[in-house]
């Protein structure tokens, strides 16, 4: 909550505006999956005007590293995974599948895997959809619109803009099964996309 209420200041310094609609999709009983997708080093504002309480995020590990946001994000809770070893990535998946339950936790996953600022989405990874399921949780997408029209990844320079930010109702995974991953992920995709080329004024 320190860290929400220091990073909520700098878009002003930023000249940042949100928009934020769907708040009341958090408010589900018990844990769940939230996915959203991953623009820049921005996101981390967005995040922290929505950020529900009893929330972690999902990291890669090489995070760790990256000086003054490595410690925020450490000291934040987030749970890291190494993604070069696949044991290593299903293991922690277990034991967070496991302690969303006995802590009533959601877990803030970025399905695409990486940074993308290209105003469309990447394929998504399963990982995130794997653990809904396995955890018999909803899965709630949250969408920002596109940076690119005040934000140059190239450079890292960006001019004052607003982001629109969208939470999106749960899906449900109660009853679903390791078979019916795929077409979760992919659901999930296209609602997403349809939302992201919505909020960024663009055709779908």
Known sequence: RIIKAVVKTFKYFFGLRFEVKG??????????????????????????EILPDNCVQVGKKELMYTGTVGLIIYLGGVIFINRKST?????????????????????????????????DLLP????????????????????????????NPKTKLFTSGTIKVEVLPPIETKGLTSDDVTDLTD??????????????????
Not at 23 to 48: R, T, W
Not at 188 to 198: H, N, P, V
């Open 124 to 151: 998504f990874k399963k990982g995130a959809f794997h653990l809904a399921v396995q955890a018999q949780v909803p899965v709630i997408p949250v969408v920002y619109s596109s940076f690119t029209t005040f934000y």
């Open 187 to 204: 659901r999930c995709f296209c609602t997403m996309r349809e939302t992201l080329f919505r909020l960024s004024g663009r055709p779908s």
């Open 87 to 119: 044991s290593s990535a299903k293991m922690v998946m277990a034991e967070v599948a496991n302690t969303m339950a006995t802590e009533n936790l959601k877990v803030w996953v970025y399905p695409e895997g990486t940074r993308n600022c290209t105003g």
């Open 23 to 48: 708040l009341e999709n958090f408010e589900v009983e018990g844990p769940a999956i939230i996915v959203s997708n991953h623009q820049s080093i921005l996101d981390m504002m967005g995040l922290m």
